[in-house]
């Protein structure tokens, strides 16, 4: 198996750039587009287990817009064969100081593109080296 070929990183990375526009403007339509629509896709949050499309899908469309903007850092994305990549995240966000937020997704290309099949994101405690 290849690992990181070049160009999948770089759909991938588009992909993953998509998901974050559309995350921090609120752009359900955009969000609900990039999770793949099957009952099987699970997003676990930092307050809620979804459980398939639909579910997820009501989330998002319920959720308030305000307060998304959030700075990403150790992005890494790692992609396995031309079909299958990781993307992780550390995160802050003005909204919930003194916490970090830790992101993974997983994403399958299907015969329409890029999707995420299965989410985490959970919060920790910001660690004090990185305190500011």
Known sequence: MQIDLPDVVAEVKDAFARYE???VTNDVTTLNSIFH????T?????????????????FRGARSPAGLER????TVITTYGRDF?????LFERGSVPG???RQMQTWVRFDDGWHVVAAHVS??????E???
């Open 37 to 40: 629509d099957d009952p099987r």
């Open 42 to 58: 699970i997003r676990y949050g930092g307050g809620e287990n979804l459980y398939g499309f639909h579910e997820i899908a009501a």
């Open 130 to 132: 990185a305190k500011t």
């Open 123 to 128: 919060f920790i405690d910001k660690p004090a």
């Open 85 to 89: 990549a990781v993307a992780s995240t």
């Open 21 to 23: 526009t559309a995350l």
């Open 71 to 74: 700075t990403l850092s150790r």
């Open 99 to 101: 916490k970090m937020g």
